[in-house]
């Protein structure tokens, strides 16, 4: 069978069967994820922060001095996002994706965003 053959009944798959969903209150773990027509539902915030000047940062200064200032970043908003209560689901780059559910899920959020944005100033 072809790549395109086996892509395309691979989509086709995917179409075809039915999905199953059901409610969560927590974040699934990474590994409690299937590549499959599996869905939880969630009420919940999901907080995406990224670091600003990132591209600049690359281009002005040594690898070693911009992956310094990367892991930091993404060690200080990491730990900001957990301790107000959130899970991290992603990194890509420069960017953290945080995701909160609870009755203060919003709120959560966004004192995690400037909680971020002030570690930026004081770190």
Same mark, same amino acid.
């Given at each position: 069978?072809?790549?395109?053959?086996?892509?395309? $009944?691979?989509?086709? +798959?995917?179409?075809?069967?039915?999905?199953? $969903?059901?409610?969560? $209150?927590?974040?699934?773990?990474?590994?409690?994820?299937?590549?499959?027509? /599996?869905?939880?539902?969630? *009420?919940?915030?999901?907080?995406?922060? /990224?670091?600003?000047?990132?591209? +600049?940062?690359? *281009?002005?200064?040594?690898?070693?001095?911009?992956? $310094?200032?990367?892991?930091?970043?993404?060690?200080?908003?990491?730990?900001?996002?957990? /301790?107000?209560?959130?899970?991290?689901? @992603?990194?890509?780059?420069?960017?953290?994706?945080?995701?909160?559910?609870? /009755?203060?899920?919003?709120?959560? @959020?966004?004192?995690?965003?400037?909680?971020?944005?002030? @570690?930026?100033?004081?770190?």
């Amino acid at each position: 069978m072809s790549l395109k053959q086996e892509l395309q $009944e691979s989509v086709a +798959k995917i179409i075809r069967d039915r999905w199953e $969903e059901r409610e969560g $209150e927590v974040v699934p773990e990474p590994s409690d994820l299937k590549l499959g027509n /599996d869905a939880v539902t969630l *009420d919940a915030t999901v907080l995406y922060a /990224d670091m600003s000047g990132s591209t +600049k940062l690359v *281009d002005t200064f040594r690898p070693s001095r911009a992956a $310094e200032v990367y892991k930091a970043y993404m060690v200080c908003a990491a730990k900001i996002i957990r /301790d107000r209560g959130g899970s991290i689901t @992603a990194y890509d780059g420069d960017r953290v994706m945080g995701m909160f559910i609870g /009755d203060s899920k919003n709120t959560s @959020a966004a004192k995690a965003a400037f909680q971020i944005n002030w @570690a930026l100033t004081v770190c």
